[in-house]
């Protein structure tokens, strides 16, 4: 007999792989649609028709799509994601340390986004309808509202200009060591971090507030229990499974949705390269962009998914 | 008295209530109720719903339900006032001098916890034992509660433990951190009446073996009257009568008191078994789709015109499985249903207009049986359009015919479900299934959310409606007293089979089978002593096998 556990997160990962594959069709066919000519662009304009063939040739441009895909696709698998068409450049390598940034930026923000996000719910239900639950609801909202790029260039006039706490630009080379490094991305961080605390902290506060009514919650309150421990004992580890699903929703576009973030605080992250690479019309390593942030985006998903699983009692602990 | 644990005076507590399209304003649940416990006593509170026994019962851990305010009178608990205490000292008080046992256990359990941290985790917060001994105190009281395997027990969530199980699992929860008093809120009435027993029997000796002083809430006075020394009767949240268990059972001096020890007085006379059956259920087995486990199997029973067949069973033993499949809802994988001559068709799409107008359903929960959107007279009038095309004035005078069968006054007619008392909207249901004209309507637990005096009116409702309509019932239920008081024929249920059919007087008389045996003995008779009489009658036919 299988631990139905088992059983649901295989089938929750063979899922994901298999949407992952529809991912990977829709990317190779959205960027082979694209108007203009891989060939034509690289070579320019002036180019003469013989050199164009044969280029197009030595791309493997003329074999039918599904040939393509399929090409592209066993590359990928063996960790092949093609050269770069704009300057030749191994994409992977390439891609590796500028993802590398990225994730390092996407850490350190959700290390601190997450806790305090979940703290902020806590605080907030403890404190419901007062005047610490609405402070903290308030700001949440407008620092969600407000677009990212305005809080980034805020952010740069007060604490770099005027105060000159952070430096404006995040610059990171070789040989930083990690202190440099975060002092360096302290300012995207922030930015980060305001960009994704209110939607975690307000569905804490939702699943929290909606657990409170159950009738555990009332035993626990005739148990003399504290607030703070009714709320962090009895109701958190029942609000897990939503709480989750936001913050892992969050966590992807701290990875995928940084773009702007990025261009703002001119850092050297996934976002940069893809948004230099699209101006250059250079369709593998757009290709190979869109596949890895949506590696991402179905991966922390996946993972949302089967905490949600493991979280729940029935299915951990069966009869 | 020098040992009043417990002394309640002339309590008064108000709640806000919203009344859609009114303003707000303020009820009194309770007014002038004065209440006191002694030390070792057990006190039983009883009454009907919204009589106030919970809200009092909580009281005596200053606790209000959902805005629920003390608004007057004293708590005296060990002799210091606690209706004015602050939260720190009201913390300090609950769960270690008062704790509280509620209703249903499976909802008052954290889910996502152990048993054994759930149990100890009062005596760990307030500080009153260390670990070890918290949980060797409630392996012992999981021993005395008779519950099994309990060393390991506590290692379980409550997902895996049965009800009744877990009843006993929170009656160790509130008696680990050694309370002076524990609160039972109806704790036996979501069993069944097999499990309730045994949970009754347990509290009762846990009860004695610890000392404790106990708050007893039930609207079930011959529960009650098996644990409690005294009882207070109460109604509309002020106080009836108040006296010891042997005076209020036996000699009640109030009006209202009599009637609740006298409820379900109501007898009638078997009809003649041997008429050619409406209805006709013939080696019916079925199962819910995607499963591989028959929840009826091999069911055959006969229902003449105009009778009464109640089928009796606990939870999951197949009864309202019973009523899907013969309404079509869940098609039998075998067996055939005949009706009125004709064979129904399993599948309820396949059934005609007339098969359905002629079969009608009445359900348990009468609130979510009716659309809170729409009056009485759209409830009760859409079966006359979709049946019989009335509309206008015939309609209306259809309604109201059928608002005076079912005993209330036309002026019901525009009023909407929530203005209606839980008796009235199962009035309304009834008027509903009677207004399609039926031969057959059946009833799944029509009773068992209503308190008994209500109960008791519908029941009579339905006898009378029977007598002149000619319609016959299915009638579900797991309450024998409701089947005594109405059937003509009964089939007693067990694990999807019938285990025992016959006419009323033949099924309830000797010699039984064992199921019936059990489930007839387990039923509380509301006399004094008869829970040992019953376990000591069970204990010398074990011992003689």
């Not at chain 1, 809080?151 to 990171?172: C, D, M």
């Not at chain 2, 959902?66 to 210091?80: D, F, P, Y």
């Not at chain 2, 209606?420 to 299934?433: D, M, N, P, T, W």
């Amino acid at each position: 007999m299988v631990h139905p556990i088992l059983k649901l997160v295989v089938q929750r990962v063979a899922l994901g792989i298999l949407l992952l594959l529809a991912a990977s069709v829709l990317i190779f066919v959205g960027t082979q649609i694209l108007p203009g000519d891989v060939a034509q662009s690289i070579l320019g304009q002036s180019a003469t028709p013989v050199s164009l063939a044969n280029l197009r040739a030595e791309l493997g441009l003329n074999d039918p799509p599904v040939t393509r895909y399929f090409n592209w696709l066993s590359g990928v698998l063996q960790g092949d994601l093609g050269t770069a068409l704009s300057n030749g450049q191994d994409i992977a390598t390439a891609m590796g340390r500028r993802l590398g940034n990225t994730l390092f930026l996407a850490f350190w923000a959700a290390i601190i986004a997450v806790p305090l996000a979940i703290v902020l719910g806590l605080i907030s239900v403890r404190y419901r309808d007062r005047w610490p639950d609405k402070l903290i609801s308030g700001v949440t909202l407008a620092t969600i509202s407000v677009p990212e790029f305005l809080v980034g260039y805020i952010a740069v006039f007060f604490l770099a200009v005027q105060l000159q706490w952070f430096p404006s630009i995040a610059s990171v080379y070789d040989g930083m060591t990690l202190g440099e490094r975060l002092y360096a991305i302290s300012m995207p961080v922030i930015v980060l971090v305001l960009a994704v605390l209110g939607h975690m902290m307000r569905m804490t506060r939702a699943a929290i507030l909606n657990v409170m009514q159950s009738a555990y919650v009332e035993t626990a309150e005739l148990k003399g229990l504290s607030q703070f421990t009714i709320i962090a004992r009895h109701a958190l580890p029942n609000a897990v499974a939503p709480v989750v699903n936001v913050v892992m929703l969050n966590l992807a576009y701290l990875v995928v949705g940084v773009v702007v973030v990025e261009v703002v605080f001119v850092y050297p992250g996934m976002g940069q390269y893809l948004v230099d690479h699209v101006a250059k019309r250079d369709v593998p390593v757009v290709q190979a962009c869109g596949l890895v942030f949506a590696a991402v985006y179905i991966g922390l998903n996946l993972l949302a998914d089967v905490i949600s699983i493991l979280a729940n009692p029935r299915l951990r602990h069966p009869k | 008295m020098a040992d009043v644990l417990l002394d309640i005076r002339n309590l008064r507590i108000e709640a806000t209530s919203y009344p859609p399209g009114e303003p707000p304003r303020d009820v009194v649940l309770v007014d002038d109720v004065s209440v006191a416990v002694e030390k070792g006593r057990v006190l039983g509170l009883i009454g009907e719903s919204g009589a106030g026994k919970s809200t009092i019962g909580l009281s005596a851990m200053s606790y209000g339900r959902g805005g629920v305010r003390l608004t007057g009178g004293q708590i005296l608990l060990n002799g210091r006032e606690i209706r004015t205490a602050g939260m720190r000292e009201l913390r300090s008080l609950r769960g270690h001098e008062v704790t509280y046992v509620a209703q249903s256990a499976a909802a008052a359990f954290n889910p996502a916890k152990q048993l054994m941290e759930q149990v100890i985790e009062t005596s760990l917060s307030h500080g009153l034992m260390p670990r070890a001994e918290a949980e060797a105190r409630a392996v012992d009281l999981f021993r005395q509660l008779g519950l099994p395997d309990p060393e390991n027990i506590g290692k379980r969530y409550p997902h895996q433990v049965s009800g009744g199980q877990l009843q006993r699992v929170m009656t160790a929860m509130a008696l680990c951190p050694k309370p002076d008093l524990v609160i039972f809120d109806e704790p036996t009435t979501a069993l069944d009446v097999t499990t309730q027993i045994d949970v009754l029997a347990a509290i009762k000796r846990a009860i004695h073996e610890t000392g404790v002083a106990a708050l007893y809430i039930t609207h079930d006075l011959a529960v009650v009257a098996q644990v409690a020394d005294d009882i207070m009767v109460l109604r509309h949240g002020k106080m009836v009568e108040y006296g010891t268990t042997e005076q209020i059972i036996t000699r009640p001096s109030e009006e209202y008191t009599r009637a609740l020890v006298s409820v379900r007085g109501i007898e009638h006379a078997e009809k003649d078994p041997s008429v050619e059956p409406v209805l006709r259920v013939q080696n019916v087995t079925a199962r819910y789709k995607g499963t591989n486990f028959d929840v009826l199997k091999n069911v055959s029973v006969d229902l003449p015109p105009g009778q009464t067949l109640a089928i009796v069973g606990e939870s999951g033993s197949g009864k309202s499985t019973l009523a899907r499949a013969i309404t079509g809802l869940l098609p039998p994988s075998q067996g055939r249903i005949t009706f009125a001559g004709r064979e129904l068709s399993r599948e309820l799409k396949a059934r005609s207009k007339d098969d359905l107008r002629e079969v009608q359903m009445i359900y348990q929960m009468a609130d979510v049986a009716m659309n809170p959107r729409q009056t009485v007279g759209t409830i009760i009038g859409r079966p006359l359009e979709f049946y019989f095309g009335m509309s206008g004035e015939q309609k209306r005078v259809r309604i109201q015919e059928l608002l005076d069968q079912i005993e209330m006054g036309r002026g019901f007619i525009d009023r909407y479900p929530a203005e209606l008392s839980g008796g009235q909207k199962q009035r309304v249901c009834i008027a509903r299934a009677l207004a399609a004209k039926p031969k057959l309507i059946i009833c799944d637990e029509v009773t068992s959310a209503l308190d008994p005096l209500v109960a008791d009116g519908i029941l009579k409702l339905l006898l009378n409606l029977q007598a002149a309509e000619g319609v016959a019932y299915l009638f579900i239920t797991h309450d024998i007293a409701t089947v005594r008081a109405i059937a003509d024929r009964i089939a007693v249920m067990f694990k999807g089979q019938v285990v025992r059919y016959g006419p009323k007087s033949q099924v309830l008389a000797p010699p039984f089978d064992d199921y019936t045996d059990l489930l007839l003995s387990s039923v509380p008779e509301m006399e004094l002593g008869w829970l040992e009489q019953v376990l000591e009658h069970r204990k010398m036919e074990s011992a003689g096998n």
